[in-house]
């Protein structure tokens, strides 16, 4: 049986392909067409998932759509008859989008230049929270669990709380418009100059600068209501009584202002972008992040309790805020978590299709995401062709890992491009820039030659799973570099680039059995240098995670690299 999930004409928009269950390929469209968060018909991604999965869209049995604009309906027109101006923007702004949803077989037929018709496949809507709960449950490999969904907004829920046990998945409660910590979230982050799609991860690195000193006003705004979830002051806010301008399609997605005047006059603060970040702005920063961190683990802790959880499984993009995820694993005692490496919207088109197979269809559980690479690959002729088109001087390695670690010891960056690409926002060690994490001055070179961030954003160290006890206090497994640890003190200063104002890091754990080649690159520099560590960042200057080799010597050739590991070759800066 054969199961394309698609999330479409939605932030992130994604494809995967499951056979009998198992995943055969899953990835982002922005990957594909180079538009960051693309939010239009991920017709490139549908493609690749075929193509790996040697199908056509004859041979597909179920389509499955993360949207179900038919879920919580009697709340959505509720809402709209409250407020006829927020009215008048859904009418002009979202049916549009809708009706694209149901009209999926369309765009597919005009996507793969083939007749309407010739898709026999059924579609199958699924609800957007659902599909989240799906996309972390049922890869878990666990048989039970509690499942929690935290995110802004999708069919016009922002939470959900599940129990799950073998194949069933029950709903218990909703967080539903207009209330949402991720709207919440977003609306600080623009109040204080971070206006762009995503940048709330740059708003969760800025809080170790500053003091959580407004925490009675960020409380004020959003905290735990009566049953134990949580509640936003709509005083402040502007999305649920007028509606929030936003931009989908193919372009890069963005959002219109969230906040009303009444949020800059409790923070007396309003930053432009791009203006100088001031101390109140750190100090609104850090409230945000504790705040934030302090309403997610009262709310697990008492979820934990109220069902007599063992295990918890969680996914939305609110989930993408690793400090809130290491302070849940370090305060709440489960005995396994699992956090969905995709947890933003690009994983319900992998949920979506699980939710079919398992939860409506009545299939056997057998696939356990182990790992995040089910994007293309590329053999070493093609690799090869394409160093040649480019007119590159490059050389065949007959042992890239150890090269190139020997490399990286001399603190040279170096592009690392192998095997299959990851899914989700995280380079996981396959499309990856890698660098010597005991040079102290190598975030600031990182910064200064390829990635130009601010430089109060960390780098991100990969370490071998079986020495992590030896560096990090809480010894978390972090597979998907989806939560902190605490670097131990005495160990601080062997890494100094990895340790963040804080003293954490955004962990990734590296199995020798899930990715051997970058187990073994890591392996390498640890025989060089004894740290069984190395820096990793994406593969990427400002734009999308490379995909392609000419993405990889594009992004080389314009950036400061000095070494490209690609398949087997090695290419030096000229």
Known sequence: MLILGINAFHPDSSACLL???DLVAFAEEERFNRIKHCAGFPSEAIKYCLNQGGATISDINYITVSRDPKANISRRIASLIRHPKRTLYVLKERVGNVLQVYDIKSHLAKSLEISKDSIKAKVYNIEHHLAHIASAYYPSGLNSSLAVTID?????????????????????????????????????????????????????????Y????????????????NDNLFKMNLDFFRHHSEGV?????????????????????????????????????????????????????????????QFNASNLCMAGGVCYNCVMNGQILKKVDFDNVFIQAASGDSGTSLGSALFLYHQILNKPRTFTMEHAYYGPSFSDNEIENTLRKHDLKFRKSHNIAKETAEQIAKSKIVGWFQGRMEVGPRALGNRSIVANPKDPSMKDILNNRIKHREPFRPFAPSILL??????????FKSPFMITIDWIKREKQHEIPSAVHIDGTCRLQTVNSQANPIYWNLINEFHKISGVPIVLNTSFNEDEPIVCTPDNAINCFIKTKMDILSIGSFIVEAA
């Open 245 to 305: 301008s936003m931009t989908w399609g193919k372009e890069k997605p963005s959002i219109g202002r969230l906040y009303n005047e009444n949020l800059v006059k409790l923070f007396n603060t309003e930053r432009q972008k791009g203006s100088p970040i001031e101390q109140i702005h750190k100090d609104i920063a850090s409230s945000l992040q504790v705040n934030l961190e302090n309403i997610a683990v009262s709310l697990i802790k008492n979820l934990k309790s």
């Open 210 to 225: 500053g003091q959580p000193s407004l925490l009675d006003k960020m409380n004020l705004i959003c905290h735990l209501d």
């Open 19 to 21: 056979r009998d269950g």
């Open 466 to 475: 079986e020495h992590r006890n030896t560096f990090m206090e809480m010894g």
């Open 152 to 208: 802004a907004f999708g069919d016009f829920a922002s939470m959900i709380v599940c129990t799950c046990e073998g194949n069933t998945i029950r709903t218990h409660k909703r967080v539903l418009f207009p209330h949402s910590l991720g709207i919440w979230y977003t609306a600080i982050c623009q109040l204080i100059g971070f206006s762009g799609f995503g940048d709330e991860g740059k708003v969760m690195a800025l809080a170790s």
